[in-house]
């Protein structure tokens, strides 16, 4: 069975920084894609960052352009895990943070229906 746990949110500051991890089990995801949503209370899920699998050495990374250059996905395929480093700057970042896996192939990494498996959360709080 296919299983996808996020970690390490918490309450933070804003400016501070904090990495999520997912560790997914139940099939090797390496030559997957993974993504990272975020939903805020009373808002629509919304894409944040994805990593897709290129080649044995590298892979292709996406962001949600209001996040780049603050927010770095990426992932340690030996530990089937994927990361988002988050350097906050805003209580509107506040939000429980998913873990989603989909195949490598096509388009629409920043769509939330084309992922197959969820992870179920991880909220993060960044205070003012």
């Known amino acids: 069975q296919v299983q996808l746990v996020e970690s390490g949110g918490g309450l933070v500051r804003a400016g501070d920084s904090l990495r999520l991890s997912c560790a997914a089990s139940g099939r090797t995801f390496s030559s997957w894609a993974m993504g990272w949503f975020r939903q805020a209370p009373g808002k629509e899920r919304e894409f944040v960052a994805a990593i897709r699998w290129e080649s044995v050495s590298s892979d292709s990374t996406y962001y949600a352009d209001s996040l780049k250059g603050r927010f770095t996905i990426s992932r340690e395929t030996a530990k089937n895990t994927v990361f988002l480093q988050m350097n906050t700057r805003q209580a509107e970042e506040t939000a429980t943070y998913y873990c989603?896996?989909?195949?490598?192939?096509?388009?629409?990494?920043?769509?939330?229906?084309?992922?197959?498996?969820w992870g179920q959360g991880t909220q993060v709080t960044v205070s003012s």
């Open positions: 989603a896996a989909r195949g490598n192939g096509g388009n629409g990494y920043a769509v939330a229906v084309t992922y197959a498996y």
